[in-house]
């Protein structure tokens, strides 16, 4: 079993940044493929992006191309969401989730990660 813990969220201006981390227990994390998702207020939770089990593969929703950055450093246990000129649209709860997966493709869907961490609040003033 995996537990998440997803921090570094809070207020910023549009045009800022933001680092996201989510730390994982359990010694299995580096057989992990890891995503971010958001979900906005009456919105469905949507997919930011995703890496692969070794960091040399990642994913990304066209929303947040060019502008976020997903990474990990499975000798912290930890895989990280750097976040460039956010926009107001990016204000959301932000999750992290674990998906049992050591193959060379990645997963977007909600229901094919395993385990999920608490959230993160992100909110982008104009």
């Known amino acids: 079993q995996v537990q998440l813990v997803e921090s570094g969220g809070g207020l910023v201006q549009a045009g800022g940044s933001l680092r996201l981390s989510c730390a994982a227990s359990g010694r299995t994390f580096s057989s992990y493929a890891m995503g971010w998702f958001r979900q906005a207020p009456g919105k469905e939770r949507e997919f930011v992006a995703a890496i692969n089990w070794s960091g040399g593969m990642t994913y ?13 450093d499975n000798a912290k246990n930890t895989v990280y ?6 926009k107001p649209e990016d204000t959301a709860v932000y999750y992290c989730a674990a998906d049992w997966n050591l193959g060379s493709s990645l997963r977007s869907r909600t229901y094919e990660y395993d385990y999920w961490g608490q959230g993160t609040q992100v909110t982008v003033s104009s």
């Open 81 to 86: 969401l750097q976040m460039n000129s956010l």
């Open 60 to 72: 990304y929703a066209d929303s947040v191309k060019g502008r976020f950055t997903i990474s990990r």
